[in-house]
């Protein structure tokens, strides 16, 4: 194997490595963590640059899994957005219902006609 080559497969061992860790933060909403992973994975990155070798048939079906792998962690957060995104809206109109309340019921003087029905 070429030392390019070897580069190569360190650099896709370790960027499996850290696609699990990713896949495994995810999971866990561990975002601390999955920041982290991130913050290696963009050091590899900017360490390697563009890789312009040959490539041998092995190390392009470790690349094409890994490729897949980071599709299904983006597909996986897009989800949880997703989700995140319809709670946020969910408690920001349960928010909006308080506050109507509060205003139709709030403390202070009862408005007129509030309580007519009652006596």
Sequence with gaps: ????ETALEDLIIRWD????RETDAIH????DALAEVQRCKAAI???FGPVAI???PRLRSAAAR????ERRNCATLGRRLEDLRQQLASLDQAGHNLRRVHRSYGPGEPR????SGMA
Excluded: H, K, N, Y
């Design 1 to 4: 194997m070429s030392d390019p």
């Design 45 to 47: 990155q900017a360490a």
């Design 28 to 31: 866990a909403e561990c975002w």
């Design 54 to 56: 040959p490539v041998a």
């Design 66 to 69: 890994l490729i897949d792998m």
């Design 17 to 20: 490595e850290l696609t699990a």
């Design 112 to 115: 007129a006609g509030a309580f």
